[in-house]
């Protein structure tokens, strides 16, 4: 008997926007003028309040944060696609799109400062806390589909991601196992930066693409070039169609490039060619975006400057009411740990205070 082909897999990559602002007439997704400026002005809030995040964290006033400077396209095309009916479930690294889910800004802050209620969004909405814990989140976002699912729940889907280090965790091929199994209205969206803290992609992988790991789950897999925002935003607003319209689950691998750090606690300097990562900087989703925009006639060299003077006032008074906020106990946070107050918290709290003197 000889041997017999049962099936074939083919990966497809999509690109739209190239470094310099041009664009696959055929293949643009058309937004129009109010959404792209809302696309664009995310990413740079986004970029900003990464940038006084890491100021503040360098003189103490926020702890560790994972940066997203260079995967600004990633999360926010990727939540301009979302409803009011979707979830949103992240990990650390997506906090454009939870901006663009209403989360003010300094919320940010006050989570990376301890604070549980950083997670809080004003309006509730259909939106998970961070995940710290990598791939943790994601058989979350499966349970929550297949809830949907049992409960016959239309036109909603679920939206959540991970880093290329994070689809080599069990939690991720088991959550995509199963929601190939159950249907479950669920985007993967893996943020391949080439980078799983020092650990480079070719040391994670033998595959040619993250995105194939689909395929073990008998789900649809794209690449997608994720500093090109609009290619984002297309592939995961017709992945999200799909698992809308009960036609299951998609993953979708964004190809970008980490150009900072992993978190603050990083220094990237002593594992990559700092030469190499300044040719990243040129294909960087901002700059592009802008460019295209421009192309475009939707924004001018001065409107651009006015809306990036904007942006920095906005997280400067973000900023402001996060440290106005702080009016409470340093040793605060011990009073929860359980219901009765237990010794040995007692003599941790009593060390942590000593300190504070």
Known sequence: MPLQDLARFAVQ???I??????VDANLDPELPKDQLLKLYRSMLLARE???KGLKLQRQGRIGTFGPQ????AVSCGAALALTDKDWLVPAFREAGAMFMRGWPVENFYLFHRGFEEGNRYPNGGRNLPISIVVGAHLPHAVGIGH????????DSAILTFTGDGGSSQGDTAEAMNFAGVWKAPVVFVIQNNGWAISLPRSRQSAATTLAQKAVAAGIPGIQVDGNDALAVYR???DALARARAGDGPTVVEAVSYRLGVH???DDPSKYRDEEAVKGEWE??????????LRKLGVLTELEDEDLRTAVVQEVAEATERFEASLDHPPDEPFHHVFAEPHYTIEEQRQEFLKWQR
């Open 147 to 154: 809830a949907m699912r049992l409960a016959d729940e239309k």
């Open 13 to 15: 990559r999509l690109e």
């Open 49 to 51: 309040v990464d940038a």
């Open 283 to 292: 294909k960087e989703p901002i700059r592009r975006l802008s460019l295209h």
């Open 235 to 237: 592939s995961v607003r």
């Open 17 to 22: 926007l190239a470094p310099d602002g041009t």
């Open 69 to 72: 400077v260079g995967q600004e």
């Open 263 to 265: 978190t603050t606690s």
